[in-house]
């Protein structure tokens, strides 16, 4: 015998979806984006919408142009540094060596 729930199985809102319940769609333009990859990637604007100069891949993440044979470079990414990468950067190891023998000489209780 049935339970006698006669929505069973369905949820709010359910019901046939066309064209005549949700009106008309916009139309739409598709545009073709290629990355260095070679990659092709086809999003779709509405058509009175602002079509950005670039777009980002899927497949790789790296930006993609409308324009095939011409696609944006890659961003450059660096390579990952350390703290004292950093501080060799901003001193020279003569600096490093005054430093050093001052923090000395205050451990020694000369200064």
Request: net charge negative.
């Amino acid at each position: 015998m049935a339970s006698g729930n006669a929505i069973r199985g369905s949820r709010v809102g359910a019901g046939p979806m066309g064209e005549a319940e949700r009106g008309e769609s916009a139309p739409r333009l598709r545009l073709s984006f290629w990355c260095s990859n070679g990659h092709e990637t086809q999003p779709s604007f509405a058509s009175d919408a602002q079509v950005p100069d670039t777009w980002d891949c899927p497949r790789c993440g790296f930006p993609a142009g409308q324009d095939r044979d011409n696609p944006p470079d890659p961003p450059r990414t660096e390579p990952y540094k350390t703290h004292l990468a950093y501080v060799r950067e901003r001193r020279s190891d003569a600096d490093g060596e005054a430093i050093l023998a001052e923090a000395l000489a205050k451990l020694r209780g000369e200064v």
